[in-house]
């Protein structure tokens, strides 16, 4: 079963301490050895986001971010291939986002038969 696991960093501050580049590097190497890993990226700088909301009647607005009010940042996300939720709690625990202040939030993924 497939489950996108949802890292969320908190919205550093200085001073506050976050997984190094080289947690990141062994985690995502463990990720695609194991054979689980289908896909996952790590987003830009939220200043590089642009938000659009149609209306009702079809009109589009535009705004570039930053513009989340919230203290937890989406930063990056992974889908992996396991057998069940327990396997993927399992992964999202081992992964350095869940460190320090972060979560990893895991949702299964719907397949659709068309």
């Known amino acids: 079963m ?10 550093t501050t200085e ?3 976050e997984a ?3 947690e990141w590097v062994t985690y995502d190497k463990t990720v695609r050895e194991s054979g689980v890993w289908v896909s996952g990226e790590s987003l830009a700088d939220l200043t590089t986001a642009t938000k ?3 209306s009702g009647t079809g009109e589009r607005t535009i705004t570039d971010g930053p513009f989340a009010e919230t203290r937890e940042l989406l930063g990056g996300y992974y889908v992996i291939d396991v057998p069940d939720l327990d396997v993927a ?3 999202a ?3 350095p986002g869940a460190l320090y202040g972060g979560t990893v939030v895991v949702r299964p993924v719907a397949e659709f038969d068309f």
């Open 2 to 11: 497939k489950y996108m696991l949802l890292i969320y960093s908190p919205d």
């Open 89 to 91: 709690l399992d992964w």
């Open 15 to 17: 001073g506050a301490e």
């Open 52 to 54: 659009v909301q149609v």
């Open 20 to 22: 190094s580049f080289e």
């Open 93 to 95: 625990a081992r992964c």
